[in-house]
């Protein structure tokens, strides 16, 4: 019995023994498990292709910054473009009348976008770099010469010009015009980037013919130079002046859609829908000097049609 006792007594404690190496054993396969899977989480989970879509420690981007909104009551105004925001033709014969400009004049009877848009005194917070006679090439020296003032809003109202040449094989390519317009914007935009642009379509030049055509006054004085591409022979309609009229108008079209695409690609930049080009100018409405550029009262509308597309909350997209 005693033999028995001990062979059960060692048969016990030998029992014991392996229990407890077992358990040892387990415990640290246990913790070789553990710190491994926390090796492997540290290595693969941080990076950009974890199950959890959290970024390292500095690898977040950046949010973009919010575009800045159209100001539609802004509190300086400067313009440039050609002879018709220099109010040509507006008071007297051959000469510029700036006060009678649609953009920048002090003459009641305009009611300029910057009386509109100002109030009294728009002297003080307006400034005109229009120049009778420029063509598109002219202005990113205007947009420069505009953006020392720091204006809130530069007006553009230009390429009658680049239309109106002695003959059609003198007008600007429609490729060199959106590219000379393309180096006026970024002029300001590097200049000035928080400048607000808008953007007055080239009007109708065969529609201002048809007004104009069978005044007498107004035939002599297109016979001294203005827009012959356009205005010469006014009352021919053979084949070839036909298609000379038709030649412009087109090129004028494909001005407009180098305005409008290329006002596109820039922020803050608002193109008039083609408003000016649409719209229908009556007689009272053109100089009584010329039958071409835009008198007081045309001048007026001009200030008008601008001042609904600056304030609209929302750009016009048509053509």
């Known amino acids: 019995m005693p033999e028995r006792r001990r062979a059960m007594g060692l048969g016990s404690a030998a029992g014991d023994g392996i229990s407890r190496r077992g358990r040892l054993a387990a415990v640290a396969a246990f913790a070789l498990l553990l710190i491994g899977g926390l090796v492997l989480a540290a290595a693969f989970g941080s990076g950009s292709g974890s199950d959890s879509g959290q970024r390292a420690p500095g690898s977040a981007r950046p949010s ?71 063509v598109m090439a002219d202005l990113p020296a205007q947009m420069e010469r505009a953006a020392r003032r720091d204006p809130d809003l530069v007006t553009v109202l230009a390429g009658a010009n680049d239309a109106c040449r002695p003959t059609t094989d003198q007008m600007t390519p429609a490729q060199d015009f959106r590219s000379e317009f393309r180096r006026a914007l970024a002029a ?83 193109y008039d829908g083609g408003a000016v080009f649409r719209y229908r100018f009556t007689k009272t409405e053109l100089s009584r000097w010329d039958w071409f550029h835009p008198s007081k009262a045309g001048q007026r509308k001009l200030a008008e049609l601008a001042y609904r597309g600056i304030t609209a909350r929302q750009e016009r997209h048509s053509g």
């Not at 575009?67 to 109010?87: K, L, M, N």
């Not at 013919?209 to 004085?221: F, L, M, T, Y």
């Not at 022979?233 to 001005?255: C, F, G, L, N, W």
Request: glycine share 6%.
């Open 64 to 134: 973009p910054s919010p575009t800045p909104p159209w100001d539609r009551h802004p509190e300086s105004i400067a313009a440039v473009g050609d002879s018709i925001t220099q109010g040509f033709d507006a008071c007297s014969l051959l000469s510029d009348c700036a006060r009678a400009s649609w953009v920048t004049g002090t003459d009641s009877a305009v009611q300029s976008l910057a009386r509109r848009l100002i109030g009294d005194a728009p002297e003080r917070h307006s400034w005109n770099y229009a120049v009778s006679g420029s």
């Open 188 to 270: 300001l935009r590097q200049a000035r980037p928080k400048a607000q642009v808008y953007v007055a379509s080239v009007p109708d030049l065969k529609r201002l013919w048809s007004q104009g055509r069978g005044d007498a006054w107004g035939e002599q004085v297109w016979g001294l130079g203005i827009c012959q591409s356009m205005l010469r022979d006014p009352k021919s309609m053979t084949q070839a002046a036909q298609d000379r009229r038709q030649e412009v108008h087109e090129r004028v079209i494909a001005y407009n859609t180098a305005l409008k695409e290329e006002c596109a690609k820039m922020l803050r930049c608002r």
